[in-house]
């Protein structure tokens, strides 16, 4: 199972960025699909997740800015990212479960190598 993600760079704050997330060696549309993070010098933490009937959750600290959604068609999933700040600096990961909302990454069955974010302010 590979779980290739992209989009990532060096953008300034306000900007919009978004990242996408193609799994391989897996069925996508009955996986569980989320977004973590992990900014430079701390713990990986839960950005967004969607279902497998495109319910939705995110941190409180993306909400209103963020968006996940994904393409059964496409096995893709995407997290959309306007309104960036300097403290959405960090490498995001893409991650594969089946409880939702996939909150602790304890929880994640399948890790994408992660793309790097960084905002400039």
């Known amino acids: 199972v590979q779980l290739q993600a992209s989009g990532g760079g060096l953008v300034q704050a306000g900007d919009s960025l978004r990242l996408s997330c193609s799994p391989s060696?897996?069925?996508?549309?009955?996986?569980?699909m989320g977004w973590f993070r992990q900014p430079p010098g701390k713990e990986r933490e839960f950005v967004a997740v969607?279902?497998?009937?495109?319910?939705?959750y995110y941190a409180d600290s993306v909400k209103g800015r963020f968006t996940i959604s994904r393409d059964n068609a496409e096995n893709t999933v995407y997290l959309q990212m306007n309104s960036l700040e300097s403290e959405d600096t960090a490498v995001y990961y893409c991650?594969?479960?089946?409880?939702?909302?996939?909150?602790?990454?304890?929880?994640?069955?399948?890790w994408g190598q992660g793309t790097l974010v960084t905002v400039s302010s």
């Open positions: 991650a594969a479960g089946f409880s939702y909302p996939l909150l602790r990454p304890n929880e994640v069955k399948y």
């Open positions: 969607i279902s497998r009937v495109y319910s939705t």
């Open positions: 060696g897996l069925t996508f549309r009955t996986y569980v």
